[in-house]
């Protein structure tokens, strides 16, 4: 898809995540060099409840991303309750309260569109089951970037409108199981 | 790798906005800010920023317009109810023994953080004795907050939370809803002070006891956040609080050492004492 050095991971769940996320998250491997960005559609006044479900099962050290900090290679970030979740130009994380987009915040698109535009081809974008519309715009500006789009196969999602709206909007991205994702974004990165 | 076309038009819109207007976003958090220009962009019919800067420069009425799309104005009454019930249980305990109190609203937008804590102090009995300053730099925002006027629809949140932060009386006691809009009682204002203050651009204005600021040092890069909080440990008294918002910290700002925590989970902390 692209020669391009991958140099992060931007993924995107709603309805269904955290099955989708504890079949993909916990097969990377430790030591796995890439920062993982991850925004899921969750209730605004609950707290990250991902970070403390998925910490223990992952090997890379899991966490609620902060306002500003630098992003570390090798860790999963996930965007806070309520705030959409950005990636700066001098590749710190943001955090916004702004009005949500798609009646959604976080924003996949949000933060899909603002790492592209920070990291360009180097962006792999993974749009994962949810049953609304959001990360297909961003999904499409991660391709318009260069970078690379993958989506979960439609029939095998808990929730099937998301990836096809992603397919839709980017019909070049790479339809996969959950399995073939990780497997996927393992091999992005040379072997160790 | 070198700058984008879009990039450069970026900063010189920026530019312009602050010589001739002398709002300065230069420091603002640049990944929200260029998102909110392109809607800004789109909503003028422009095709670039440059267009949207021509018509910033040459059409006075041009520039409020924009404005409003730079400057984010959403909240709630008693956003975060954490957070006021720890100003309640853990702050106000400590207010109490000030003769008189002074409180700066920094970033207040359209007052209602303002008007949660006018709430909260007549409920806690130190109204009478306190001064609460809501400033920011949109007159549009500080009109509305000004008339205390807010969605009928938004009452349903706004009395949940005001609940959950341990309110001692029935919101609906403090409004009169007309016109499908709860207008907040102009009583309310009678301590309060809303004034027209830029975090990036003015100085220290009062000596305060407590600063509550949430949810907008977010959208400043760190060193407009190392001047915003300067201003705040200028202008508190010493052992003075500092409220942030829920996903705010000073753990990467360079003025962490002049404040010490006070409760770690409400995003409190406290101005350091002289040593």
């Known amino acids: 898809m692209t020669a391009a050095r991958t140099e992060a991971v931007a993924v995107g769940a709603s309805a269904g995540a955290l099955e989708a996320l504890s079949v993909v998250l916990p097969r990377l491997p430790a030591g796995y060099p890439l920062p993982v960005l991850v925004v899921v559609h969750l209730p605004p006044d609950r707290d990250s409840l991902m970070v403390g479900l998925l910490g223990d099962s992952c090997r890379l050290p899991v966490r609620e991303a902060q306002d500003k900090e630098p992003i570390e290679p090798g860790t999963i970030y996930f965007a806070p309750p309520d705030y959409h979740l950005l990636v700066e130009p001098d590749r710190r994380l943001s955090l916004s309260g702004e009005e949500p987009v798609l009646f959604s915040r976080p924003s996949i698109d949000v933060l899909f569109e603002t790492a592209a535009e920070t990291y360009g081809a180097g962006l792999a974008g993974v749009v994962l089951t949810g049953a609304n519309g959001d990360g297909a715009r961003g999904l499409r500006a991660i391709r318009q970037a260069g970078g690379t789009a993958l989506v979960q196969r439609p029939e095998t999602a808990a929730a099937a409108a998301m990836p096809l709206a992603a397919l839709d909007a980017c019909p070049d991205a790479v339809a996969l199981t959950l399995e073939e994702i990780a497997e996927y974004l393992r091999g992005m990165v040379p072997p160790r | ?275």
Request: with cysteine; charged share 30%; glycine share 6%.
């Open chain 2, 1 to 275: 790798m070198s700058e984008s076309v879009e990039d450069v038009e970026f900063r010189l819109l920026l530019e312009a906005v602050f010589r001739k207007y002398h709002y300065d976003f230069r420091g603002y958090s640049r990944a929200s800010l260029k998102r909110r220009l392109r809607q800004a962009r789109e909503r003028m019919g422009c095709a670039t920023f440059s267009q949207v800067q021509d018509r910033v420069l040459h059409d006075a009425t041009a520039f409020p317009e924009l404005l409003t799309f730079l400057t984010v104005q959403v909240s709630e009454l008693f956003r975060d109810p954490d957070y006021f019930r720890a100003v309640r249980e853990k702050v106000v305990p400590y207010l109490r023994t000030y003769p008189s109190l002074k409180v700066w609203v920094a970033g207040c937008g359209a007052g209602e953080e303002v008007y949660s804590l006018a709430v909260l102090f007549r409920e806690e009995g130190l109204e009478e004795r306190t001064m609460i300053y809501g400033t920011d730099i949109s007159s549009q925002a500080l009109r509305r907050a000004e008339a205390g006027v807010y969605g009928l629809d938004r009452l349903a949140l706004f009395t949940e939370n005001h609940r959950r932060s341990g309110g001692k009386s029935s919101l609906s006691d403090y409004y009169t809803a007309a016109y499908g809009g709860a207008v907040f009682d102009k009583d309310l204002r009678r301590r309060v002070v809303f004034s027209d203050h830029s975090l990036a651009t003015d100085q220290v204005f009062a000596e305060v006891q407590f600063v509550s600021c949430r949810n907008v040092l977010i959208y400043f890069d760190r060193p407009l956040q190392d001047r915003a909080l300067g201003l705040f440990g200028d202008s508190l008294s010493r052992q003075g609080f500092l409220g942030l918002g829920a996903k705010e910290s000073l753990r990467f700002s360079s003025r962490a050492d002049a404040f010490e925590t006070f409760d770690r989970e409400a995003r409190i902390y406290r101005k350091r004492g002289e040593a």
